[in-house]
């Protein structure tokens, strides 16, 4: 179940949606960083509210089980991707369905758009203008206390190899670099074509 937009919105960005993705500015295409991607399909100006971040409405309580259940796929066959989204103290956004183009933008730990939470309704936004051609990031957030489970493969100069939200990369930072290499090879035998870390 997709919670689509009730109407067009007055932004240029999707005054001409197309069927596959709702956005004119994007395209999906294999990622340099993991899986499949979203790419600029021409310059992206500052501020553009690029595409929505669709899904199902679900209780904490449900997510809590959703999550237990991409663990054991991810235990079992490698399915490591996130799909659920943090939307209010009571409700998340399960954005696992193919309609959700969103979906597929990587998290980087430089990003060039960010979340915009509008009445209820999410929203990847650019921070900077987004040349054509660039693949499409934001910053996931996950909390410190996950960041075993998410190796992260983003390339940034400053990336400490595992996702973490901004405000807490610092931590992470001061785990010893090879723990943390360590821990990215042990999660990504199998699984990954690319070695952790770069
Ligand atoms: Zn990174």
Request: aromatic share 6%; charged share 30%; hydrophobic share 35%.
């Amino acid at each position: 179940m997709c919670a689509q937009p009730p109407r067009l919105k007055k932004s240029p960005g999707l005054a001409r949606p197309r069927p596959k993705s709702d956005s004119r500015w994007i395209t999906a295409g294999q990622s340099a960083i993991h899986g499949r991607g979203v790419y600029a399909r021409e310059l992206i100006p500052d501020g553009t509210r690029v595409i929505e971040y669709t899904g199902e409405r679900i209780t904490k309580a449900e997510a809590a089980r959703r999550e237990t259940q991409r663990l054991a796929r991810q235990r079992n066959d490698g399915d490591d991707s996130v799909y659920i989204f943090n939307l209010t103290r009571r409700h998340d956004l399960d954005g696992r369905t193919r309609r959700n183009v969103a979906r597929l933008i990587n998290h980087s730990c430089a990003p060039n758009c960010r979340i915009e939470v509008i009445r209820g309704r999410v929203w990847i936004t650019a921070r900077r203008d987004i040349p054509a051609g660039a693949e499409l990031t934001f910053d996931y957030g996950f909390a410190f206390a996950e960041w075993p489970l998410h190796p992260c493969r983003c390339g940034a100069p400053r990336c400490p190899g595992f996702i973490v939200n901004s405000a807490q990369r610092w931590r992470l930072r001061q785990i010893p670099k090879a723990a943390r290499i360590q821990r990215a090879a042990a999660i990504s035998v199998g699984r990954h074509p690319r070695g952790a870390l770069g």
